[in-house]
Nanobody, 127 residues
Framework: QLQLVESGGGLVQPGGSLRLSCAAS????????ISWFHQAPGKKREPISC????????HYAEFVKGRFIISRDNAKNTVYLQMNSLKPEDTGVYSC????????????????????WGQGTQVTVSS
């Protein structure tokens, strides 16, 4: 019933940009904090960005700080991840996950605390 669907992935050249979307259905997104995760090939899934109930409460991993921007559009029930200056190391599967309530930092929650997960979208950065 609760569902998140990611979209916007694809193949881009180094230095390029993509805008990922995390669309919610079956619930209202405004009461959920949303986190984005990155899983490189052969690596564990890692949190890279999250946003609370307001865009003012946004957090980023050091690796993406200054390059990625997370935002929400409650009217569209969607959270976005604008990805700029992409590097080959950014290649991997990007997933979003929601947790009811506020969030206070990046990576402070166990993975099993999240209420809903998306299936992920593939991003490949290569020339």
């Amino acid at each position: 019933q609760l569902q998140l669907v990611e979209s916007g992935g694809g193949l881009v050249q180094p230095g390029g940009s993509l805008r990922l979307s995390c669309a919610a259905s079956g619930f209202t997104l405004e009461n959920y904090a949303i986190s984005w995760f990155h899983q490189a090939p052969g690596k564990k899934r890692e949190p890279i960005s999250c946003v609370g109930k307001s865009d003012d409460n946004a957090h980023y991993a050091e690796f993406v700080k200054g390059r990625f921007i997370i935002s929400r559009d409650n009217a569209k029930n969607t959270v976005y991840l604008q990805m700029n200056s992409l590097k080959p190391e950014d290649t991997g599967v990007y997933s979003c996950a929601g947790i009811l309530g506020e969030i206070y930092g990046l990576g402070s929650e166990d993975l099993n605390e999240f209420d809903v997960w998306g299936q992920g979208t593939q991003v490949t950065v290569s020339s």
